[in-house]
Structure formats: C-alpha cells, structure tokens
C-alpha cells in the first residue's frame, strides 16, 4: 500500500486542480437549511443560532475527528509532497488529543529526491473558557524523530506550546482567531541544528450558504535559530460539507515574504476531507 501510495504522488497532486474546478461548481448550487464553518486546528464559538451542522463541527467542543489530506509545496531550491493523516480523539468536550504521522517526498534540485515517513505529531488541547462570543484554547504540539531519512525532518523532538483565541463576528457570520505558538528542541540527533522558531497567525472563517465556508489565513514565522529571520505567506481554504459530518476543501497559499528562508515557501496547494463521528 505504501509503494502504491509514492507511486502516485503526482497524480494525486495532479488530482487536486481537477478537484478543485469541481468544487468550485458545487457553489452554484441553491442554498440550503444547514450553515457551517471548520477551522484546521482552532476554535470555533458556536451561537445560539447556529444550526445542527455547526455544533456537530465546533472545535472547542472536541469530538472524535478523521482528517486526510495532500499538499505539494515549491520551495525557492526544492519541493514537497505530503500525504497527512490525522485523529482527534475527545476525551471530552473540553479535552482533546490529536496524532499525525506524514508520508512525504522531498525533491530537492541539487540531489535526489527522499521518499518516507516524516516525525509523528502528538497535541494535546484543553478549552480554558468559552463564552457565545468568545473561546480560548491552549496546549502544546509534541513532534518525534521518526523521519526515514534526514531531509524529511529536523533531527529533532520539538515541544511546541500555543494558546489561541476564536472571537465570533455574528453579523459577518463569522470567526476571528489570532494564534501563537514557540517550538524548542528537547532532544533528538545532536549533530544537527537546534530547532527554535515563533508563529503568529491571524485568520478568519466566514460560513456561507449551502454547507460552504471560506477560510483565509496569515501566518508569520520568526527562525531565531538562524539570526532570526522572518517569513510570511497566506493560505485560502474553501471548503462545503457534502456529508452533515464529512467535508471536503481545497486550500492554496503563497508565500509573501522570506521566500528563500528554511521556513518559507514559494506557493502550495492542499486538498483533503475531514469526517467527525
């Protein structure tokens, strides 16, 4: 199953410009009783008028979840595939833990490309209020060592600690959240470099008709292993339960400055579907 899988990297990448004109007509169909809104790792308030959909989907109100999706980055000297899957498992409403584990190709134009399994990401995230207007979130990303070969990971294990906040925008019919996060090596192959890097987001999901939602996100990266230097980009998600509890969505970026940094990037485009049960 796995060799099938690095077979069809391409194609599956390929695949994603064919589902995303597909989803794009999906739009045009009328509306319908359900509004809803998702957001890929924050919190989202739910109202008091929202519908059914909504709570069933609402992240400050952990349930058990299924994510897969695909994402092929440009970077300024290489390029990378991802396929990501993912669980959220609840252990309650306010508490919930989260595992991925990446299959990832990496091209670099120098040498030849690596093909294998990255580091295994562990989170753990606890709702500390939540309010009809407002939630806040906090909890912390642990990532391991596991990567196959050295240029599909860091070397090390990072702890990441983040906090973030979902302040509802009822009459926009929609959610801001601003987020930070501080990643640290805690150990791992001494021989490589040490991993300390910053991330603030901005972002804003807006609930649309006939199931759809948008999703717009700024994110900024500061790498203080190396001098500090700072990258930026921005990714625009769209997405429509097909499902009351399976969506689907396509999600392309690019990045706006530090291109050519180690946390930046050219462009990407990410395709996948979440399931709640």
Partial sequence: MYSFICRYWRSIIAFSFVFSGVFNLL????AQAED????????????????????????????????????YVEYSNATMQTIVPRVEYAMSKSLGFRVELPLLRYDPASSSDSTGIGNLLTRVAWRAMRTEAYAVVVGSDLS?????????????????P?????????????????????????????????????????????RWPAKTYSFIEYSY?????????????????????????TGFYVRPGTGLTGTDGPLGMQWSLEFGMRHFF
């Fill in 162 to 206: 983040f906090a973030f906040a979902a302040i509802d925008l009822p009459q926009a019919k929609s959610v801001f959240f601003p987020y930070i996060q501080y990643g640290k090596a805690v150990g791992g192959d001494a021989a490589r470099d040490d991993v300390r890097l910053s991330n603030v987001r901005a972002s804003i999901l807006t």
């Fill in 27 to 30: 739009l045009v169909r009328p």
């Fill in 144 to 160: 391991f060592d596991t990567a196959t070969s050295p240029t599909l990971g860091s070397g090390k294990h990072v702890l990441a």
């Fill in 36 to 71: 809803s809104a998702v957001s890929e790792a924050q919190a989202v308030p739910v109202p008091a008028t929202s519908v059914d959909i909504a709570k069933r989907i609402d992240p400050t109100d952990f349930k058990n979840r299924f994510d897969l999706r695909s994402e």
């Fill in 221 to 245: 990266w500061i790498d203080h292993q190396h001098a500090n230097r700072a990258s930026s980009q921005i990714k625009a998600e769209l997405g429509q339960f097909i499902l009351p509890k």
